[in-house]
């Protein structure tokens, strides 16, 4: 059982024989402004990582001595069986997750005070004040949990990658299938519901992020959730969203004309970003470091923006002076898993590079086989920036003025694949149609 390796992995970071435990709480059911209705429930995730368990008011505690699994759940009465369904009896839950002992959650100090641990490690204050307030004998400590589980997490078991790939199947097909169907005159959210059609039809009824369905200008804003605009004929149509597959993230993202046909302009600018994504993709391997890759992946938007005519000059230049934050005004990608910005991209010691763009890349580590990491790479037409940037001695050098001013309803392009690092190169989980003559052609059937 996967998760069972889960928890052998993160043993194996204790000492041998240690006297101490770990307690996590996993999530409760999240209610809106004191009313009835439920937030979809989704487990936190280094409890979901330890336990397979997606349920509601649990807790675990593992005891680092004997390696054993405590999984306490709650007592349900029955008045939770009529607004809820049915309590699950104790023998149902040990079967179900296989804990080595299972208990009520008002047994945690019961089980506590029999292992006696020197230390209890939790994730937050929140644990660890319910573990002091239990009993002032007990000592937690926030300060190694976070890491060791971080550790585990950024290195995929196969099993896990499974998991990630029929995530990424289900997910490659819904966006196949948005691309098929999208026509002029559509809103934003119809194309959202068939996206949400699809991933429900295969099972998938938890969104992984908050998705983007943006068409023409909306493509431009990088956390654009509103999805309730016509898409114009002309327009291009930016899709950013994933669903989870037993809690593993999938996060693609494809541009698109929505009448089937890419103009001159809209082209040049794909091209750029395509260029960008492919090549990043081409030099993954083991070893490689992911502001390296940010670093390309800029300066080959700057050249394919360069050919389009909408930025002028040497391109060393444009590096140097930070033209491309201008146009790329994120990192070029994050680990990806049980979260879609998944733990782990900046190590103890490891700072933010203080420099325009790069400064919001979410990983600075040197890639190692069983990372799971997206390539994201954007150029976007954003006002915001580029009125300023026409007005700045320095900036204005390298920007065509009279095309760039035409420009502030294009939008943005972003194409995003998820990749599997291996040691000398890439396995790439997604498969929804990039070249622009594969999408013509789909789009217009
Ligand atoms: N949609 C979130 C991301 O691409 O990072
Ligand atoms: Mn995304
Ligand atoms: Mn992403």
């Not at 429930?41 to 336990?51: D, P, V």
């Not at 909306?218 to 149509?237: P, R």
Request: net charge negative; with cysteine; glycine share 8%.
């Amino acid at each position: 059982m996967m998760h069972q390796k889960h928890r052998e992995k993160l043993f194996s970071l204790f000492d041998d024989g240690q006297n101490g435990a770990v307690f996590i709480q996993g999530s409760e059911i999240l209610y809106r402004n004191e009313t009835d209705y439920e937030y979809p429930f989704r487990q936190e995730s280094n409890f979901w990582y330890l336990t397979g368990v997606n349920e509601p008011d649990c807790a675990l505690i593992l005891d680092l001595k004997t390696e054993e699994y405590h999984l306490f759940v709650p007592k349900r009465d029955a008045q939770y069986a009529v607004w809820h369904g049915y309590v699950k009896s104790q023998e149902a839950w040990k079967e179900q997750y296989k804990p080595d002992h299972i208990h009520y959650t008002n047994e945690i100090l019961t089980v506590m005070n029999k292992i006696k641990p020197e230390k209890v490690y939790c994730l937050n204050d929140l644990d660890a004040e319910l573990i002091e307030d239990l009993d002032r004998g007990f000592e937690a400590d926030i300060e190694t949990l976070l890491d060791a589980l971080t550790y585990c997490r950024v290195i995929k078991t196969d099993e896990e990658l499974d998991y990630m790939r029929k995530s990424a199947a289900i997910n490659n097909l819904a966006h196949t299938e948005v691309m098929k169907a999208i026509k002029p005159g559509m809103y934003e959210y119809e194309l959202k519901a068939l996206f949400t059609k699809i991933q429900y039809e295969n099972g998938l009824q938890q969104d992984a992020y908050n998705g983007i369905f943006a068409g023409g200008k909306n493509s431009a804003i990088l956390h654009y959730v509103e999805n309730t605009s016509q898409i114009k004929d002309g327009d291009l149509f930016l899709l950013d969203a994933g669903h989870e597959y037993e809690g593993y993230a999938s996060d693609i993202t494809r541009t698109y004309p929505v009448n089937g046909k890419f103009t001159d302009l809209q082209a040049g600018v794909y091209d750029a970003v395509l260029n960008a994504l492919n090549s990043s993709i081409d030099q993954i391997k083991m070893g490689v470091k992911m502001e390296d890759l940010h670093l390309h992946a800029a300066r080959t938007i700057m050249e394919g923006l360069k050919d389009a005519g909408v930025v002028k000059g040497s391109v060393d230049d444009m590096m140097e002076n930070d033209i491309f934050a201008l146009f790329f005004p994120h990192g070029l990608g994050h680990f990806l898993g049980l979260d879609t910005h998944d733990v782990g991209g900046y190590p103890k010691g490891v700072d933010r590079i203080d420099r325009p763009g790069i400064k919001f890349l979410r990983v600075r580590r040197d890639l190692q086989p069983g990372m799971v990491v997206t390539i994201e790479p954007g150029a976007y037409f954003v006002p915001a920036l580029l009125v300023p940037a026409l007005e700045d001695d320095t900036q204005k050098q390298f920007l065509n003025a009279e095309k760039l001013t035409n420009m502030f309803e294009f939008g943005g392009i972003r194409i995003e694949d998820n990749v599997v690092v291996t040691e000398d190169g890439c396995e790439n989980l997604t498969d929804v149609p990039k070249e622009r003559s594969e999408i013509e052609k789909l789009i217009r059937g």
